[in-house]
């Protein structure tokens, strides 16, 4: 049988990697900066006192010709075998063959990075020579973007190192105009250590002079925070309420998270950042980076340890980024601990901005949780207020489990003067689960609109024979919608029923409502989980004390009790946060309009 090898088609290859695998063109000079810098790298282990550089040149002509750059390293070079070996063979990288005896120490990996320079131009021109092999003579490479190249050996001499030229294609002229390069090369390589000379026209300048403060020594902490605070503004654009060391010789890190004065939105919680690998940027998002609670802070973070996609625009998840991960959770965490043992009045800030983040945090860590729980805010209600707040002034934690009950019964159980902490947000359930172990003195009990129903007062005999006949049409009406109807006396007076249903009651109505919108396949899906032998659902209960209820009960029509009866149940469903069926709609809907014939017929 026949042996066949692929074929690779490159403009196929090239139209994956710009559409699919990098996330704009301008990635041609990270992976341009990250070869020469490779390549510095390997010729230091040779001669490790020679100091590299790297020179970036842009060319405008002025003849309506398009741009062209090079970039030029004093690295180690190629020889012509090496460039045969290497930069022909799709997915064969020199960074991790046994050329070298210290793969790690290299930015790339992959052997695919040149390519990215067709994404701007049509042709790659590499001149060439081996510091290596000093005898060998220099090479030049020429490969087009429909898959040949051409190999030659020059005559004349070049310096060692590596000199790469690019013309921008007809659709990607900016991309190599000298404001565009130079912004880019500060972008992707202001943290490299090798000096990046820039040179555009008559400029001539080195961008990468400054050395963060994180890397600096400081004669005080102040001082430091100052710096720090200072390039935080800088970089972001932001004044930061706090900065926070993340750096970790043994760990390969360095950096620092940077305190927002602000809430973020959810959208922008793992965005804004500065990620580096290597001393490289690598990416603006950290979400596989960072811990899920810490949306509070934007980082400036080098690592030198982990490994990065083939897109190098995040980071492969092993055993190093979950170390990782974990490090920077434990300088946050230290961080807060700090600010409530030292700083309370600062941490009474940051409550008021990030007290989500604190209660994801305190959701997964008991010890953090038993410290700031009481300094956390809850929606009650009577009102916002924080957990120790509370356990001042009530031994019993009543609590509703989601956020539209708790909706409902606000304002009837604050006519009670009755204290209901909404457990319905993000972690809130959990933390108050935990409170009988932190706080073996307070009790919890979950309040639903059954229970409270059972706070209200119940009428008099003479009370209950007066709306014996109301109750009883009310009961013959609701019982198609599975409700019963029930009438006590509760405030606030001007509320005239108040829908309650259980738990199971509110899945079945949500069940019901999502059917009735879904197609025929998902549809039988869910009929599955309708529960038909329910009889009763809800209960509407109407409120004697209400001035509304009170003419209704002196009211002789049956046919007009009804209307208002069954617009009442209407109303509470929606106050109630209760979706409607069809059914519910044009009950409604009839009710008005009977209602108003009412009006212009008498």
Not at 92 to 115: E, H, M, V, Y
Not at 249 to 254: A, N, T
Not at 384 to 391: L, S
Not at 558 to 585: D, K, M, S, T
Request: proline share 5%.
């Amino acid at each position: 049988m026949a042996q066949h090898k692929f074929q690779v088609h490159l403009r196929g290859i090239i139209d994956l990697l710009s559409e699919h695998l990098y996330s704009g063109p301008e990635v041609y000079i990270r992976e341009l900066l990250q070869n020469a810098v490779d390549a510095i790298t390997a010729r230091q282990q040779y001669e490790p006192a020679m100091r590299g550089e790297i020179v970036i040149e842009c060319h405008s002509p002025s003849t309506g010709r398009p741009p062209t750059l090079s970039i030029r390293d004093n690295g180690i070079g190629l020889t012509l075998e090496e460039v045969h070996h290497f930069l022909a063979t799709i997915g064969r990288s020199s960074k991790t063959s046994d050329n070298w005896t210290q793969p790690a120490d290299f930015l790339g990996q992959f052997g695919i990075g040149i390519l990215s320079c067709f994404i701007v131009s049509e042709e790659i021109v590499v001149l060439t020579r081996s510091a290596r092999n000093p005898t060998a003579a220099p090479v030049e490479w020429r490969a087009r973007a429909d898959g040949s190249y051409t190999v030659r050996e020059l005559e004349r001499d070049l310096p060692v190192g590596t000199q790469v030229w690019l013309t921008a294609r007809q659709d990607k002229e900016r991309w190599l105009t000298a404001e565009e390069v130079r912004r880019l090369v500060l972008h992707y390589g202001s943290l490299l250590p090798v000096p990046l000379h820039f040179h555009a026209g008559r400029v001539q300048e080195i961008l990468n002079t400054q050395t963060p403060p994180w890397r600096k020594h400081y004669a005080t902490p102040a001082q430091r925070h100052k710096a720090l605070l200072a390039y935080g503004r800088e970089t972001f654009g932001i004044s930061f309420l706090d900065a926070v060391l993340l750096s970790s010789e043994v760990d390969g890190l360095d950096g620092v998270a940077y305190i927002l004065p602000f809430t973020p939105p959810l959208s922008a919680r793992h965005k804004g950042h500065r990620i580096y690998l290597k001393n490289m940027f690598l990416s603006e998002t950290a979400d596989n980076l960072l811990p899920e609670w810490a949306f509070f802070v934007r980082v400036i973070l080098n690592a030198t340890t982990l490994r990065p996609t083939a897109s190098r625009e995040s980071f492969f998840e092993d055993e190093n980024l979950a170390r990782t991960r974990t490090l920077i959770g434990e300088r946050l965490r230290r961080y807060l601990v700090n600010l409530a043992e030292q700083q309370p009045e600062k941490l009474e800030q940051f409550v008021q901005l990030h007290h989500r983040a604190l209660k994801a945090l305190a959701a997964e860590d008991d010890n953090f949780c038993a410290m700031i729980l009481d300094h956390l805010p809850f929606e009650t209600s009577l009102g916002t207020m924080t957990f120790g707040e509370y356990r001042q002034n009530y031994a019993i934690v009543r609590y509703v489990a989601d956020v539209d009950t708790f909706r409902q019964l606000a304002n009837v159980a604050a006519a009670q003067n009755l204290c209901l902490l909404n457990a319905g947000y993000a972690y809130d359930l959990d933390l108050i689960s935990r409170i009988p172990e932190l706080f073996p003195d307070l009790s919890l009990e979950e309040i639903n609109s059954d229970t409270l129903t059972q706070e209200f007062d119940e009428l008099t005999v003479e009370e209950q024979a007066d709306c014996e006949s109301f109750t009883l049409q009310a009961e013959k009406i609701l019982r198609p919608f599975r409700c019963r109807a029930d009438i006590k006396k509760f405030q606030p007076e001007d509320l005239p029923a108040l829908y309650s249903i259980s738990r199971e009651g509110r899945f079945q109505r949500q069940v019901e409502h999502t059917r009735a919108l879904s197609n025929t396949l998902w549809s039988s899906v869910l009929d599955g989980l309708v529960q038909r032998d329910i009889v009763q659902a809800g209960t509407l209960c109407f409120n004697f004390r209400n001035p509304l209820i009170r003419r209704l009960l002196s009211l002789r029509s049956p046919q007009r009790r009804q209307r208002f009866i069954e617009i009442l149940y209407v109303q509470a469903l929606l106050l109630g946060h209760h979706p409607l069926n069809a059914r519910e709609w044009q009950l409604f809907n009839q009710g008005l309009l009977h209602l108003l014939d009412d009006l212009l017929n008498s």
